[in-house]
């Protein structure tokens, strides 16, 4: 019995397929091959990043309880809007930031603020 492939593996599978198809395209085709290809690594890179995860163990860790991320944001939202949370909250800031950075490391790692803030490690 076969074992089941991993999702990064198909991934790069499908990742090489469109680089080495793209310089046969033109117009829209090889702008489309492009995009796939950008989306595949955004992919990949979630998979191998978790960014929710750990926004929902940040933000576990400043709320003090743990709950669904969904629940948490939502419960930060309100706390913040109704001022019982805000910037002098301990590890807010620093949360928030972690999970900006890990948002901005998944969808767009080249991007400038992004590397000048995580540092040459996280880039």
Do not use: S, W
């Not at 489309?32 to 979630?46: D, F, P, T």
């Not at 576990?60 to 910037?87: F, I, N, S, W, Y």
């Not at 590890?91 to 603020?113: I, M, S």
């Amino acid at each position: 019995m076969a074992e089941q492939i991993e999702a990064t593996t198909l991934i790069e599978a499908v990742q090489l397929f469109l680089a080495e198809l793209e310089p046969e395209l033109k117009g829209r085709r090889a702008f489309h091959a492009k995009v796939a290809g950008n989306a595949l690594a955004i992919v990949a890179r979630e998979l191998a990043q978790q960014p929710q995860a750990r926004e929902q163990a940040l933000l576990a860790g400043v709320m003090g309880q743990d709950a669904p991320l969904d629940t948490l944001r939502t419960q930060m939202c309100e706390q913040l809007r109704a001022g019982t949370m805000g910037a002098a909250t301990p590890g807010l800031v620093d949360a928030l930031l972690a999970v900006a950075l890990g948002k901005c490391g998944v969808d767009n790692p080249r991007y400038a603020t992004f590397k000048r803030l995580a540092g040459p490690a996280k880039a």
